[in-house]
């Protein structure tokens, strides 16, 4: 029996639980997710203030003021930013100042330079500024005390902008689940090694890290591991304090397919084993402890697909990203998919934005092997179960996979 995808899902993450929170440094919370709500320390602006280089006047003295007859204000000093003007603008004069400095008592708006021209000590004004021109208000921004990010913000540059902004040196996040990538298999070389007859280089650990690091997290990537189930055992038991270890290859029917039984062996719960999807049927996952356990099919794009649709949502749930899937949208499909299984399939696929709709392609070689299909694709065009042949012009669901801007 084929476990439904959704099921799966489920499955996964009613066992994920959210990282504990911890404090890291400003510079390294972008992409974080807040773990508390910030509120304002402090109203900002945290004092009223020019918008303008110019000059801080009180507009009763400009109230005449026009082209025809400038009225002349005799300036006090000139109040550069950063420095605080205790003196109240006498009647009849001005205050020159820079953008960011502190209004002086007194002044009720703000000329631009560019509007003034100035002889000696002597400012001339052609026009009457509108009330409270040109300046910003303590607390206009964000009040003091007031909720600026909840928790469960994905921190951003603008956000991290507002950490600073109140003086947050380090910032509540989740904690980063630690996850281990394992590569399984006799016929694979590390890749510092040239090909032998029989034998290919491990792709997987390395494509599953940068998911990792896409999501993130950061991965540790361990070494090969011969089918062999003395060194499996091996290097699982030495794992298994991993938050997620992923590992590729070993998972199907095969004879030396020992993967599944030695995790069990080792104490690892099977939650379920072969899914509902092509590619990526023998699908194992498991855990023990806190250790969630991905037995992903080594095939390559399969191994992308089950990370893809079951591992980064965990990951995320992790992280403590509220929102853990992306979405599925419409596209046109351009050319007529005749794959039909009864299975739920991921179709590789160039997927991209033509004006105001989005289009896809599938890419033309759908084996689970091939790693063109996966290095070209921007989407998965997600066919349903026992689907009918689809044809060109009809709309498909897509999961997106990069950027807008990369696609
Ligand atoms: P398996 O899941 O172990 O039956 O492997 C399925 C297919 O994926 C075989 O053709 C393997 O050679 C290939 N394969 C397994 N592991 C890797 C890997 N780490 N990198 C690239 N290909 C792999
Ligand atoms: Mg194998």
């Not at 900002?44 to 507009?59: C, E, K, L, Q």
Request: a negative charge; glycine letters at 8%; hydrophobic letters at 40%.
């Amino acid at each position: 029996m084929l476990l439904d995808p959704d099921i799966a899902k489920e499955l996964i993450l009613a066992r994920t639980t959210t990282k504990a929170p911890q404090s890291v440094a400003l510079e390294e919370s972008f992409g974080r997710v807040l773990s508390e709500d910030i509120r304002a320390s402090a109203p900002v602006p945290p004092f009223d203030n020019s918008a303008m280089d110019g000059y801080a006047v009180r507009r009763e003295d400009l109230a005449h003021a026009s082209a025809e007859n400038p009225v002349i204000l005799k300036k006090v000093d000139y109040i550069p930013a950063g420095t605080h003007e205790a003196q109240t603008l006498p009647s009849g004069h001005c205050y020159q100042i820079a953008t960011g400095a502190e209004i002086p008592p007194g002044a009720d708006a703000v000329e631009m330079k560019e509007n003034t021209s100035v002889e000696g000590n002597e400012v001339h004004f052609t026009q009457c500024p509108r009330p409270e021109q040109f300046i910003r208000f303590r607390g206009e921004d964000i009040q003091a005390g007031a909720s600026v990010l909840p928790q469960g913000a994905t921190i951003t540059p603008g956000r991290v902008s507002v950490l600073a902004t109140f003086g947050y040196s380090r910032v509540p996040v989740y904690a980063t689940p630690n996850v281990v990538a394992i590569s399984t298999g006799s016929e694979l070389l590390e890749i510092e090694q040239s090909l032998q007859p029989g034998k290919i280089h491990d792709s997987n650990s390395y494509m599953l890290s940068a998911m990792v690091q896409d999501v993130g997290a950061n991965c540790h990537r361990v070494g090969i591991v011969q089918d062999d189930e003395t060194e499996l055992q091996e290097a699982f038991q030495q794992h298994l304090q991993a938050d997620v270890l992923l590992i590729s290859g070993g998972v199907s029917v095969g004879d030396r397919d020992f993967v599944k039984d030695i995790l069990k062996e080792l104490g690892v719960e099977e939650i379920f084993w072969k899914v509902n999807i092509k590619p990526g049927k023998p699908f194992f996952f498991g855990k023990r402890e806190d250790c969630l356990v991905f037995g992903l099919p080594g095939n390559p794009a399969s191994s992308y697909v089950i990370f893809e649709e079951f591992v980064r949502p965990a990951l995320r749930k992790m992280m403590g990203f509220p929102v853990v899937r992306r979405p599925l949208i419409n596209a046109i499909n351009e050319t007529k998919i005749t794959e039909r299984a009864s299975r739920r399939q991921f179709l590789r696929a160039h997927f991209y934005r033509d004006g105001d709709q989005y289009r896809v392609r599938a890419m033309p070689l759908q084996g689970s092997h091939s790693i063109r299909s996966i290095a070209g694709a921007s989407g998965l065009i997600v066919v349903p179960e026992n689907s009918e042949e689809i044809p060109a012009g009809a709309t498909v669901k897509v999961r997106p996979l990069v950027a807008e801007d990369d696609f």
